[in-house]
């Protein structure tokens, strides 16, 4: 094992802030213990000190103490500003605050882990917060609305706006351009109907019959809700 000496600094520099360590064929520099040896509170080892501020205390006490409402994560400062406050008085005000609140979350509070890490539940809010905006007022039931209602009738679950198409191995939309609610109109060749040929003596179009069937649907939906509208603003 090689041996490892330090350098006797050379008499030639006295002022020189370098010192040298040799192991071997290996020389190393390293700085003057004047120049790096500090202690972690900022004070050097010769007793200068660094330019490095303390840091301030976890420990926050103060004349009137903070109220809390944790399910908002808010702290309340009811103590009284100095006169004549600057910038740096109100940034120390807020971090004492912040400190705090911090300190009163992980006393009081017990941590939960789970896959995705630990939190810290918060309890209900306390403090009622105002509304940006009046509360809206209770629309009045349509007629449907009521008749459902008093029936007992449920709103079917909403599947989305597509659909599958077995016949052509796709999603197609239920409604609108390409609508399966348009299956058939586009056929180049439909079935006769026997029956009502014999009956009429005409063999019908079924691709002009479902196009206006459909269009009468929507005339009589739009009727049907023109004339709640017009109930509502009357029983309002």
């Not at 006797?8 to 213990?33: F, M």
């Not at 903070?66 to 740096?88: A, I, K, M, R």
């Not at 109100?90 to 992980?106: G, H, V, Y």
């Not at 019959?209 to 649907?217: A, L, N, P, T, V």
Request: aromatic share 4%.
């Amino acid at each position: 094992m090689a041996d490892v000496a330090m350098a006797e600094t050379s008499t030639t520099s006295p002022q020189s802030p370098i010192s040298k360590l040799t192991n071997g064929t290996t020389d190393l520099a390293i700085h003057d213990a004047e120049m790096l040896d500090t202690e972690p509170n900022g004070v050097s080892l010769n007793g200068l000190s660094s330019s490095k501020p303390p840091r301030p205390s976890v420990d926050v006490q103060k004349p009137i103490p903070y109220t809390f409402d944790l399910g908002h994560l808010l702290c309340l400062d009811t103590n009284p500003l100095p006169p004549h406050s600057t910038e740096s008085d109100l940034t120390s005000i807020a971090r004492d605050a912040a400190q705090a609140l911090i300190n009163q979350l992980l006393t009081t509070l017990t941590p939960t882990s789970t896959p995705d890490g630990v939190f810290l539940p918060l309890p209900a809010p306390s403090t009622p917060l105002p509304r940006e905006k009046p509360v809206p007022a209770e629309k009045e039931p349509t007629k449907w609305e009521r008749f459902a209602a008093k029936k007992g009738i449920k709103d079917k679950r909403r599947d989305g706006k597509m659909v599958y198409d077995e016949g052509s191995g796709e999603w197609v939309p239920k409604w609108g351009y390409k609508g399966k609610n348009k299956e058939g109109e586009g056929e180049w060749l439909v079935e006769v109907d026997e029956k009502r040929e014999s009956e009429t003596g005409e063999a019908g179009d079924k691709r002009r019959d479902g196009r206006e069937e459909r269009k009468e649907r929507v005339k009589r939906n739009e009727r049907r809700q023109r004339a709640n509208e017009r109930n509502s603003r009357k029983s309002g």
